[in-house]
């Protein structure tokens, strides 16, 4: 549903605003923990009522059970709300691309191209399984950098890192890969990285979390 799109890129793009309004100090630091924590819920809730006017029991369950533990966390020790949202963020996202690549199943960004295009040759499928490999090694370094950052760097340079410049290198990542793709696959047609978007956002962002079998 429209509402659910809307919810989903909502969050997104209130995550980076106040990251960078903590950056700048307008924010305190645990408090844009906690409010990206629960835009993450937010962004959560939103793919799943993409794909169906009403949310289902099980994620409505999830939801409050996710919100029982951010406020426990919260009474408890808000500053880890610090590092949670990062963290979190980029571990799903790597659970979510390392998944995808088990045998039987189809690459993360597999699933995304064959919403470009009706035509799937092989070259594409190693090419997509091949950047797929790359998302998932560059998440898995954002932890890496982020708990190592954690243990040895001041906590200035840490939100540095965390607020504003991860948030660089992952659109200088897709950037730069989409430019490789259109140099090494120029030999096809490509859309737009927002149209692209919007056919996704009528598919439903849920349909790429779900196990697929390779091919289908």
Not at 83 to 95: C, H, T
Request: aromatic share 12%; glycine share 6%; net charge positive.
């Amino acid at each position: 549903m429209r509402y659910g799109i809307w919810l989903i890129w909502g969050s997104i793009l209130a995550i980076v605003v106040l990251s960078a309004m903590s950056y700048f100090h307008l924010l305190a630091p645990e408090t844009l923990g906690i409010l990206e924590a629960l835009l993450l819920c937010g962004a959560w809730l939103g793919a799943s009522v993409s794909r169906r006017p009403k949310p289902s029991v099980y994620n409505l369950t999830a939801l409050v059970g996710i919100s029982v533990v951010i406020a426990a966390v919260w009474l408890s020790s808000p500053l880890l709300f610090i590092y949670v949202p990062s963290i979190g963020m980029n571990l799903l996202l790597a659970v979510f691309c390392f998944s995808s690549l088990r045998p039987g199943s189809e690459p993360a960004i597999t699933r995304i191209a064959r919403i470009e295009r009706d035509d799937f040759s092989d070259e594409l499928y190693a090419y997509t399984r091949g950047v797929t490999w790359a998302w998932a090694l560059f998440f898995t370094g954002l932890i890496v950098e982020t708990v190592t950052l954690i243990a040895l760097a001041s906590i200035e340079t840490t939100l540095l890192f965390l607020n504003l410049l991860n948030y660089v290198m992952i659109a200088v990542f897709f950037i730069t890969e989409y430019i490789y793709r259109r140099i090494r696959l120029r030999h096809y047609t490509h859309i737009s990285p927002l149209l692209l978007v919007a056919r996704l956002s009528r598919r439903g962002f849920m349909s790429l979390i779900r196990y697929r079998e390779q091919g289908r």
